[in-house]
């Protein structure tokens, strides 16, 4: 776990716990759960939903230089979790390209990878989640410089020209409860 309120031995609760047969990222503090091994060419497969008040959390893929988004976050590409928006990609450090660039990110004087710029590619669907409290799944396929989105079956994100074709994976604690029941990793 790399939580920015621990640092120093600060005394604060656990970010993520396993309550019966789920991974629980409980929302606070702030941080996330990343894997010592570093990976490429593989598909990850999610199942996750919001028990209660639905919020934020995500799936870093290609995780690498540490606390590089708001002295927090890896270096990474985000597919997102939060709540009518699962399938967003969010740049942190690391950049993708998706057909309709302009159209899904905004303007192309206002992108970028850093803070206070565009750094969401928003997803081709709406309507694929399911209603709050039922599980949801996600899959990613990494494969090269290219990451494809599926949520309930649905593609809801295609991009190609990553800056980055392998590193960790992290789940997010990003202020609320999210539980995951399946984090399966497939090479191929």
């Known amino acids: 776990m790399d939580v920015p309120a621990a640092d120093g031995g600060a005394e604060v609760a656990p970010a993520f716990v396993v309550e019966g ?15 010592n091994e570093s990976f490429h060419d593989y598909r990850l497969t999610v199942d996750w939903r919001w028990p209660g008040k639905p919020g934020n959390c995500g799936v870093l893929v290609h995780s690498s230089t540490p606390r590089r988004l708001y002295k927090m976050f890896p270096q990474s590409i985000e ?13 942190i450090g690391e950049d993708i390209t998706v057909p309709d660039m302009v159209q899904r990110r905004g303007p192309q004087a206002k992108w970028g990878v850093n803070e206070g710029e565009r750094r969401r590619v928003v997803n081709l669907t709406d309507g694929s989640e399911k209603p709050l409290g039922e599980w949801n799944t996600m899959v990613i396929e990494c494969r090269g410089r290219e990451i494809k989105i599926w949520v309930n079956g649905d ?34």
């Open 79 to 91: 597919c997102q979790l939060l709540a009518d928006n699962a399938g967003d990609f969010w740049c």
């Open 155 to 188: 593609l809801v994100n295609h991009g190609t020209d990553c800056t980055a074709d392998r590193g960790q994976i992290a789940l997010q604690a990003e202020g609320a409860r999210c539980e995951f029941r399946r984090v399966e990793l497939e090479r191929l």
């Open 21 to 35: 047969e789920s991974l629980v990222s409980r929302g606070h503090p702030l941080g996330h759960l990343i894997s």
